[in-house]
């Protein structure tokens, strides 16, 4: 039993040092589980965390592309991993390899003790929205956004052909076989902070009926869509930090979709437009919030930020491992 540990369930596709800096700061009661996109070589990544027996990079790893179910698959085999390896911890928190702490480990681990039976997910009713049509483009249009055999996916090439892909393919309204109706289609932001028995649960359902779940391989951002359904449609849905879904607020073109997914964060400060790398220029901005995490960061956009972050908010932090 691990009821006295954090599990952290990591994504990461480069930037190595980052990944090794963040399991550093949070490296104290907590195991971490980590998936590195296929695409990329795991080498550098491996290399770093051979000391730690508190670490597993999972071997079941899958080519992730932006916009695909294949986040969501690379999510569920870190979640299957560590509850096949486990009994239970006390925390399962989804983090990335270009997040980075914002308060101490010990303060991350009192606000997990503290919160014992909240569910840090929160989420919109995409079926119940004014201006259903901003989000119509996620959930009711035929798409692709997982393409396996194709490894260079920032190429301009790349992107034309998904957006070509997509154009022909969104004339074209998912049936009633894939767009159901047999529950209600929940929003948010894609990281979140679970209890075991929460966490179980969500899984045990999608298990259970995976065909109703098969909208969540077409749409777009299931990321930002599948837990958050899941969770919504589950016992716990009241459970979360405001006892239930958010009121959407009145966006007027798709363009705000994303800040409407940013005010949703659970655990992270994240900016608006959702595609920011925080710098030195926020620390500011960042010493104010009562998150737990900053999204986004690199060791080379954001160096004097987590410097900033190292000395004046983590700086009574001891870690074995540094």
């Not at 989804?94 to 840090?120: A, V």
């Not at 992107?159 to 154009?167: L, Y």
């Not at 393919?169 to 209600?184: E, G, T």
């Not at 679970?194 to 045990?204: A, P, V, Y």
Request: hydrophobic share 40%; net charge neutral.
């Amino acid at each position: 039993m691990n009821l006295d540990k954090i599990c952290y369930l990591i994504l990461a596709y480069n930037d190595p040092e980052n990944l090794h800096r963040l399991v550093n700061r949070l490296n104290d009661r907590a195991d971490f589980y980590i998936h590195i996109d296929k695409k990329n070589d795991i080498t550098p990544f491996a290399t770093l965390f051979d000391s730690y027996p508190n670490v597993t990079l999972i071997q079941n790893r899958v080519k992730i592309y932006w916009g695909g179910f294949s986040i969501v698959q690379a999510e569920l085999n870190l979640i299957e991993t560590a509850l096949n390896k486990h009994d239970s911890y006390m925390r399962y928190v989804l983090l990335s390899g270009s997040d980075y702490p914002i308060k101490n480990s010990n303060d991350i681990y009192r606000f997990f003790e503290k919160n014992t039976n909240t569910e840090f997910i929160r989420g919109i009713n995409l079926d119940k929205i004014k201006n259903k049509e901003l989000f119509g483009l996620h959930i009711d249009l035929w798409q692709k956004h997982d393409y396996p055999w194709i490894k260079k996916t920032n190429t301009t090439f790349f992107k034309i052909f998904r957006a070509v892909i997509n154009k022909v393919l969104r004339k074209f309204h998912l049936p009633k076989a894939i767009r159901h109706h047999k529950f209600d289609l929940y929003h948010g932001s894609q990281w979140w902070a679970l209890t075991d028995s929460c966490l179980r649960e969500l899984i045990n359902i999608y298990h259970s009926k995976e065909r109703d779940y098969l909208i969540f391989k077409i749409g777009f951002a299931s990321d930002e869509k599948f837990f958050h359904t899941l969770f919504f449609n589950s016992s716990f849905a009241n459970k979360n930090q405001v006892n239930g879904p958010d009121q959407a607020i009145d966006i007027k073109d798709r363009a705000e979709t994303t800040f409407q997914t940013s005010l949703l964060a659970n655990i992270h400060i994240i900016d608006k437009s959702m595609t920011k790398w925080f710098s030195y220029e926020d620390f500011d901005e960042i010493m104010k919030s009562d998150k737990l995490f900053v999204r986004k960061v690199s060791t080379d956009k954001s160096k004097k930020l987590l410097e900033a972050i190292d000395q004046h908010i983590l700086e009574n932090e001891v870690n074995m491992n540094e």
